[in-house]
């Protein structure tokens, strides 16, 4: 089938800083006092410990990576990844924000540079080298935000003037990679599947002991049934499959009260009993 109508390509790189070196000096003087060889070791510096917009802005940066991965499927090994066209408004609106954010974190941070540079001396003290800090021009440079979105190419497009016999080869050549990217994207939605299940599985055998003062929270029913939500989306292929365990978990969960899972053994065993009967029912 083909899926240019269903899932488009999307690929996300974000650069950071990260604003650490290595400190030779410090490096010789702590493997000369353990009596240990010259590349035993080394100790690197945070050029801007004890302040927090540089870190603020990589922490930052992981949770659009996260993001991106949560809602989009492995494609290519150089980056790029399948979105559904489901999921495209909504991922495009967050991305947008997500990129709005970063920029601003970043121009803050580039605003503050010098002020941060005098914290990292009074912060470092004897580490302090002003040689470690780049100039202004080359630090904006270490930071970017780059999302590239782009439609899945056809296996008829091909608008080489080679002869036919050659043409039909690299036209099954390129139908069997896309085939073998496609299987390997559409493993993901049911990694995803199980994981939740087991770890569900794992933690209602768990419950089973009324000693053992288990926490349940909201997140139990509700993550979930917000993975069954994407999985909606993710299933591009229309895998029946996987749309009955999506089902067979949505049906699991709308019909389990949290309040009966913290206080009553018999619901514990009753959930576990419908989770391991969906692990044991399909291939994973």
């Not at 060889?37 to 917009?53: E, H, P, V």
């Not at 080679?162 to 085939?179: G, Y």
């Not at 939500?229 to 009260?257: S, V």
Request: with cysteine; charged share 25%; net charge negative.
């Amino acid at each position: 089938m083909s899926i240019s109508a269903s899932a488009v390509l999307v690929e996300l790189n974000i650069s950071v800083w990260p604003a650490t070196i290595k400190d030779s000096k410090v490096s010789d003087q702590i493997t000369s006092a353990a009596s240990a060889i010259a590349d035993a070791g080394q100790f690197r510096k945070n050029l801007f410990a004890g302040t927090s917009l540089r870190k603020d802005i990589e922490n930052y940066a992981a949770r659009a990576r996260l993001y991106n991965n949560q809602r989009t499927m492995p494609w290519a090994d150089k980056g790029e990844r399948l979105l559904p066209t489901k999921l495209f408004m909504d991922y495009k609106i967050s991305m947008n924000t997500f990129q709005h954010t970063f920029d601003s974190m970043c121009n803050t941070f580039f605003q503050n540079y010098a002020v941060l540079i005098q914290q990292a001396q009074t912060n470092l003290v004897g580490l302090f080298n002003p040689d470690d800090y780049p100039p202004l021009d080359e630090v904006k440079e270490k930071f970017a935000f780059n999302l590239t979105i782009k439609p899945v190419p056809e296996s008829g497009d091909f608008r080489l003037d080679i002869p036919a016999t050659d043409l039909e080869e690299i036209k099954q050549s390129f139908e069997n990679q896309q085939a073998e990217k496609m299987a390997e994207a559409m493993r993901t939605p049911w990694e995803r599947l199980h994981t939740v299940l087991t770890a569900m599985s794992t933690k209602l055998a768990k419950g089973r002991d009324e000693k053992a003062n288990m926490r349940w929270h909201d997140s139990f029913i509700t993550n979930p049934l917000e993975l069954c939500q994407l999985l909606t989306a993710m299933n591009i292929t229309n895998d029946p499959k996987l749309e009955e365990a999506r089902q067979q978990l949505e049906l699991t969960m709308l019909g389990t009260n949290l309040n009966s899972l913290k206080e009553d053994v018999h619901a514990r065993e009753d959930l576990k009993s419908k989770v391991d009967g969906i692990l044991g029912k399909f291939s994973w």
